[in-house]
């Protein structure tokens, strides 16, 4: 068929479209809250059969819906990517916004269907963050308006994802999953803001009203910091609280991160390897470690 051959011929762009390095956050942080949702309500030992029937399908359902969201928002984003990102392969022509449109359609119903091999708690979970991408680059583009652009990025990936996760074998509605998926959104309120150093100008020749644009970098990352050192700050309570059990405690020194990523924000520097500034590779690493570290907790300990 023309348009698969099209479509492998433009194999390389369509990975460019993807950014395949922005696919780890949902595949390590689901994977890892999904393991520990495992081993916090299960008493049966975790085998293969678990692993390739619900750990595998539902990572990749994740993965592939970041990878559709990353499409959709250069195909709508092409004006803002030709002044700040011409080497995007839609700026640069190497792929037309029709054949953008048409991957990232194709990989949002492969990341929903994938649901079908979970749950129907899942496929609806899957589905509301579906909605939230959607809404973010297209109609009523919630992108382009000031604090709601955050949120939008934070509940999906943040809140709703960790409750995703844990819904594979818990009860996402239960006080761990609702306090770790709060701490998650509240982290990323703040950390979103990493993404738009670079492309400060650009959104604001389009229309598009940040922290960074609006307020300048200095009181940006003031802004941001307060979000990402609450996020940590918050488990302290928790605990005392007893909402969530004591070993959490440790996952406070994160704080420590939240501050060596303001501290980026300000001295800021490029990656052309990862496409945005070490403040953000710094923020999607501290990310990382803020599952790896749940998930090794509640195995060492629950």
Not at 210 to 230: D, E, P, Y
Not at 258 to 281: F, G, Q
Request: net charge positive; with cysteine; glycine share 4%.
């Amino acid at each position: 068929m023309p348009v698969v051959r099209t479509l492998r011929n433009q194999l390389p762009s369509i990975m460019d479209l993807l950014r395949p390095y922005t696919l780890l956050a949902p595949l390590i942080v689901s994977s890892s809250v999904i393991i520990a949702s495992f081993f916090y309500n299960q008493q049966t030992t975790f085998t293969l059969t678990h692993y390739l029937l619900l750990v595998l399908p539902a990572s990749l359902s994740f993965a592939l819906l970041n990878g559709a969201s990353n499409t959709l928002n250069q195909a709508t984003d092409y004006r803002e990517d030709a002044i700040s990102k011409p080497y995007r392969p839609i700026p640069r022509g190497s792929i037309s916004r029709c054949h953008a449109y048409l991957i990232a359609t194709l990989f949002y119903i492969i990341a929903i269907a994938l649901t079908a091999f979970i749950h129907t708690t899942f496929t609806l979970i899957i589905s509301l963050i579906a909605l939230f991408s959607i809404t973010y680059s297209v109609y009523p583009r919630m992108k382009k308006y000031l604090f709601f652009n955050q949120i939008w990025v934070a509940i999906p990936r943040g809140f709703l994802g960790i409750l995703g996760s844990w819904s594979i074998f818990g009860n996402p509605l239960d006080q761990l999953p609702l306090a770790i998926g709060t701490i998650a959104a509240l982290f990323l309120i703040g950390g979103t803001s990493t993404k738009d150093i670079l492309d400060a100008s650009a959104d604001q020749i389009a229309g598009t009203h940040t922290l960074v644009n609006v307020f300048g970098i200095s009181k940006a990352t003031k802004i941001s910091a307060l979000f990402m050192i609450s996020s940590f700050i918050l488990i302290i309570p928790l605990v005392l609280l007893q909402i969530i059990d004591w070993y959490f405690i440790t996952l406070a020194l994160l704080i420590l991160c939240s501050i060596a990523i303001a501290y980026r924000m300000i001295h800021t520097t490029s990656s052309k390897r990862y496409e945005n500034t070490s403040a953000w590779t710094l923020m999607y690493s501290t990310y990382f470690l803020f599952a790896l570290s749940f998930a090794f907790l509640i195995i060492s300990f629950a």
